[in-house]
């Protein structure tokens, strides 16, 4: 028997390629006509831009195992992502740095002088435990309140304190002009797009790939399936849906350079939309080539049940759901959870790879040694 894989985003597309190398037959499938999952991209038919069709994604990694393994399989530009912000009517540029501090507050400080300023302005809290709490310690009220309340409120529909203090930890301070929005040694975008990644991970022997498919249609017999769609979908939510965000796109065109940068936050609570990106930005490369511009107005709200979930809320009254999946996953035998959604994690596209990589490891083994495979690779009850 083959083994089968739901979902043609990097997860199954990693791990599919990995068993099919390994002389196992693997089918992928995905719901999707196209494949990459929310990475997917395409060219625009009216302007010629590449468009990151559900959102924009910036490859980012300090891992050389993964950026080795994306090398194999396109041609990767190098790419420094910038983020300018929209704030009381004024443009700064986050992550917040000394430029940001230095106009947000009027002055012209040295990196001395405003880590001082900072430390003064920043509340003495000794373990935050909750969104509000990690900014007020890292940043003080006056930036958190410009930059980060309004925006956190749009983008996860929740108040600051519901959400936990590890959200923010993935953004940076610092104390000079760099505005780089990563400080990963490698940043790059693939040349022909995420959509024509995956599809060469996928093109090897033994891989057969199927668009259009739902996996509760299949009435095939298989060794084993990796399932990287969502944990709860897959028990049919027998304890509940589990709560994620979605986007809303507003999808535009302009004629020429509408904002001259590839994403703008607006943090401001009253602007309905969380940011625009114009995509022809995000391959600065090719983007003096075309007329015309696309761009997306994207509005955050709860996933609903027909929905394409993006982010995983995992606010701390979904901690009882999300066990009794766990412990349901690792009683179901001939099945692994796999990915953002099969755990229920928020993942970068470094590490979901790298975990995909891993697990990949793991799963030949336990075939060669005629072991049964786990039902995760990486426990989501983790943070």
Not at 35 to 58: F, L, Q
Not at 74 to 89: C, K, L, S, T
Not at 170 to 187: T, W
Not at 250 to 260: A, I, L, N, T, W
Request: proline share 5%; hydrophobic share 40%.
């Amino acid at each position: 028997m083959r083994y089968c894989i739901v979902g043609a985003g990097f997860s199954g597309a990693v791990i599919g390629r990995a068993l099919a190398e390994a002389g196992q037959k693997v089918l992928v499938i995905d719901e999707r006509a196209t494949m990459g999952g929310n990475c997917a991209s395409e060219r625009d038919a009216g302007t010629g831009v590449m468009v990151h069709v559900y959102g924009p994604h910036i490859f980012h990694t300090g891992n050389e195992r993964v950026w080795d393994y994306v090398q194999k399989f396109g041609d990767w530009v190098d790419y420094n992502h910038r983020v300018q912000a929209v704030a009381g009517g004024r443009v700064f540029s986050l992550p917040v740095n000394l430029l940001t501090i230095n106009q947000f507050f009027n002055k012209v400080m040295s990196p001395a002088q405003a880590r001082a300023f900072i430390a003064a302005q920043a509340q003495e809290i000794a373990e935050p435990q909750n969104f509000e709490e990690q900014a007020l310690s890292l940043i003080g009220p006056d930036l958190y309140r410009a930059f980060f309340r309004g925006y956190t409120r749009k983008q996860w529909g929740v108040e600051p304190t519901e959400l936990p203090a590890s959200i923010l930890k993935r953004l940076p301070v610092r104390f000079s002009y760099d505005d780089s929005y990563f400080a990963h040694p490698y940043q790059a975008m693939p040349r022909a797009g995420y959509t024509e990644v995956v599809k060469a991970i996928l093109d090897t022997e033994g891989v057969e790939l199927r668009l259009g498919a739902r996996f509760e249609d299949l009435d095939e017999p298989f060794a084993h399936v990796i399932y990287s769609g969502p944990i709860d979908r897959y028990f049919h939510h027998e304890y509940g849906r589990l709560g994620y965000r979605t986007l809303d796109f507003e999808r535009f065109s302009h004629k020429g350079d509408f904002q001259g940068t590839a994403v703008l936050n607006y943090c401001d609570e009253d602007v309905p939309f969380t940011r625009i990106t114009e995509h022809k930005h995000f391959a600065p490369w090719e983007r003096d080539q075309f007329e015309g511009s696309v761009l997306y107005r994207e509005f955050s709200r709860l996933c609903g049940p027909d929905d394409i979930p993006y982010y995983p809320i995992r606010q701390t009254s979904e901690e009882a759901m999300l066990r009794k999946y766990v412990l349901r996953a690792e009683a179901t035998p001939g099945v692994s959870f796999v990915g953002r959604l099969g755990s229920y994690r928020y993942l970068d596209m470094d590490v979901t790879i790298a975990e995909a990589l891993d697990a990949s490891d793991r799963m030949i083994a336990a075939i060669r040694e005629e072991k049964s495979l786990p039902a995760f690779f990486v426990q989501p009850l983790g943070k």
